[in-house]
Each structure stands twice: as C-alpha cells, then as structure tokens.
C-alpha cells in the first residue's frame, strides 16, 4: 500500500491512498496545472465563508453548506477562496468512482449527466455535518497509517461516505437519482458511459460503441434516448467536445496535433467539426477561450 502525507501548510494536509483516493482537509486552492488531463471525480463540500470557480464555460459561487462535484476535475479552474473559507475535498480515481457508484443502485450514468448540469448543490447544515465526520475519520485512519485492517478500514468508510453521499444528493436532485428504469437499460448506459470515459481518444460513432457492447447501435441509441432525452450521437459529441476544449486551452499543443491525436482523418475534418459544434474555428475558439479566461 502506498501513502502519503503532505503538509502544504498549517492548516491544509493532503492524504492519498493507493493512488485511487486523495483526501485533503481544510482545502483552500486547486491547483490547476495538476488536474489537467486527469478524469478524477472530484468533490468537494464547504463548511463555511466563500469561494468562487470556474467549471467548463460558467463561473459558480461556492458557499457554506455547498458541495461541488466535478466528474471530470480537469474542467475546473480559477478557484477563488475568501479568507473565511473552508472546506474538506475528496478526490477519486474513475476505477474507484465506479465502483462506489455502483453500490448505491447502478445509477451512476444518471449522476454524472446530473452533475454536468448542476455542479454546485447546497445540502443541509445536517447533511454537511455527516459528510465532514466521515471525511475527518477517513484522515485520521489515513494519518496514523497502521493496524492489520487498514485497507479494510479505508475501503468501508469511503463506503460508507458514499452512501450518505449519495443520499444527499438524491434528497436534493430533481428528478430522484434513484427513479426507476429497465436495469438492462441502466446497465447498457452504464458501459457506455464507462467506455466513453475510459477511451482516448474517443471513437466518433455509435458503431465503434454497439460493437465493443455486442449490442445494435440501434438498440444502443434507444437506450440513450428513453433514459436521457439525448442519443447516442449526441453523448458522443459531448464527451469529444470536451476533450477538444481541455486541449485547445493548453496553448503548448498545436492544432495539429490536437487533431491528430484524436484521430481527425485530417485537419479540415477537425475544423469543419469544431465549427459545426462550437460555432467557430479552432484557432478563434482558442483566442476566445484565452481572452475569456485568461489562460
């Protein structure tokens, strides 16, 4: 087992478990450059003053009794904290992140697109309260790193984190997490999902998907549309546009080699698509990234 403490200060202490798990207590920054390329799922509750950030293409306020979740912590950036401001923050492998998902009834794929549209929600004072004390707990096992259940101890926590987690966010989504649907349609949307984020680059057609899934495309964009609105397609693009977008704000790769890293047949195809779906050329959607948030 691999661990470490590190003490960035006084006051903020950062844990890591197993390279799938960090816990950071009394959070206060995020450092960006850090996160960039990276898929964790990242949450993270205040217990009180403010802060604001900056998710994909919006700007949030983060406040007491706010938790944020990111499932792809790579999208944000410009963490603003007052002087005030505290919070606890969990950080979790997306191997891990599925597996605790599926725990609490196989819904995952319905969180995440929840939690791409909402990615403040605020909880209450009780809510918030519960999930520190399991946070704390959590780095104070962590901390003192001993016992012959260690991994045992950390494993059924983190459990039990989730399941509270998940509580609260279903107490306060709308509609419900848990609302039911055919579980072979929640199980095929499931590995969908889990293929679209695993895979890099991204295949861009529903074929590619249908096949590895030994499903018709046709079955698997039914799926799409009776459990989110959405089709197959249309969550395809979603994910390759925001691969397109995390890249084209690192001014150190090229177009080019944007392009043909996600496999663009040539550079043409990769401007009339990045056109088609975000309205302007690669190059002025990177100028305009770049003046609008000042890369």
Same mark, same amino acid.
């Given at each position: 087992?691999?661990?470490?403490?590190?003490?960035?200060?006084?006051?903020?202490?950062?844990?890591?478990?197993?390279?799938?798990?960090?816990?950071?207590?009394?959070?206060?920054?995020?450092?960006?450059?850090?996160?960039? =390329?990276?898929?964790?799922?990242?949450?993270?509750?205040?217990?009180?003053?403010?802060?604001?950030? /900056?998710?994909?293409?919006?700007?949030?306020?983060?406040?007491?009794?706010?938790?944020?979740?990111?499932?792809?912590?790579?999208?944000?950036?410009?963490?603003?904290?007052?002087?005030?401001?505290?919070?606890?923050?969990?950080?979790?492998?997306?191997?891990?992140?599925?597996?605790?998902?599926?725990?609490?009834?196989?819904?995952?794929?319905?969180?995440?697109?929840?939690?791409?549209?909402?990615?403040?929600?605020?909880?209450?004072?009780?809510?918030?309260?519960?999930?520190?004390?399991? /946070?704390?707990?959590?780095?104070?096992?962590?901390?003192?790193?001993?016992?012959?259940?260690?991994?045992?101890?950390?494993?059924?926590? *983190?459990?039990?984190?989730?399941?509270?987690?998940?509580?609260?966010?279903?107490?306060?989504?709308?509609?419900?997490?848990?609302?039911?649907?055919?579980?072979?349609?929640?199980?095929?949307?499931?590995?969908?999902?889990?293929?679209?984020?695993?895979? /890099?680059? +991204?295949?861009?057609?529903?074929?590619?998907?249908?096949? +590895?899934?030994?499903?018709?495309?046709?079955?698997?964009?039914?799926?799409?549309?009776?459990?989110?609105? /959405?089709?197959?397609?249309?969550?395809?693009?979603?994910?390759?546009?925001?691969?397109?977008?995390?890249?084209?704000?690192?001014?150190?790769?090229?177009?080019?080699?944007?392009?043909?890293?996600?496999?663009?047949?040539?550079?043409?195809?990769? =401007?009339?698509?990045? +056109?088609?779906?975000?309205?302007?050329?690669?190059?002025?959607?990177?100028?305009?990234?770049? *003046?609008?948030?000042?890369?």
């Amino acid at each position: 087992m691999t661990r470490n403490s590190i003490y960035g200060n006084n006051e903020e202490k950062i844990f890591r478990y197993e390279d799938e798990v960090t816990l950071i207590e009394n959070f206060k920054k995020i450092d960006v450059s850090y996160w960039e =390329g990276k898929d964790c799922f990242f949450i993270l509750f205040c217990t009180d003053g403010s802060a604001s950030i /900056h998710i994909g293409n919006a700007n949030y306020a983060f406040s007491r009794n706010s938790i944020l979740v990111c499932a792809q912590s790579a999208l944000i950036k410009d963490f603003v904290a007052e002087k005030d401001f505290q919070s606890q923050c969990i950080v979790l492998s997306p191997k891990y992140n599925d597996r605790l998902f599926l725990l609490c009834g196989g819904n995952s794929w319905k969180a995440r697109l929840e939690f791409e549209k909402h990615p403040i929600t605020t909880l209450s004072e009780k809510e918030i309260l519960m999930l520190n004390q399991y /946070h704390r707990l959590l780095c104070d096992i962590l901390d003192k790193n001993d016992g012959k259940f260690l991994k045992e101890e950390v494993n059924s926590l *983190l459990e039990a984190f989730f399941y509270q987690f998940h509580n609260a966010m279903n107490r306060n989504f709308r509609p419900k997490l848990d609302s039911s649907t055919s579980s072979s349609a929640n199980y095929q949307m499931e590995r969908f999902l889990s293929l679209l984020s695993s895979s /890099h680059p +991204k295949a861009r057609s529903v074929n590619s998907y249908a096949e +590895k899934m030994n499903i018709s495309p046709k079955y698997l964009s039914s799926v799409c549309k009776s459990l989110t609105g /959405h089709t197959a397609m249309d969550i395809i693009n979603q994910f390759v546009l925001r691969d397109i977008e995390r890249l084209l704000r690192n001014p150190q790769i090229s177009i080019k080699e944007i392009a043909f890293g996600l496999e663009f047949p040539n550079l043409s195809f990769f =401007g009339k698509y990045v +056109k088609q779906h975000f309205g302007m050329s690669p190059k002025s959607y990177r100028e305009n990234l770049i *003046l609008r948030n000042g890369i």
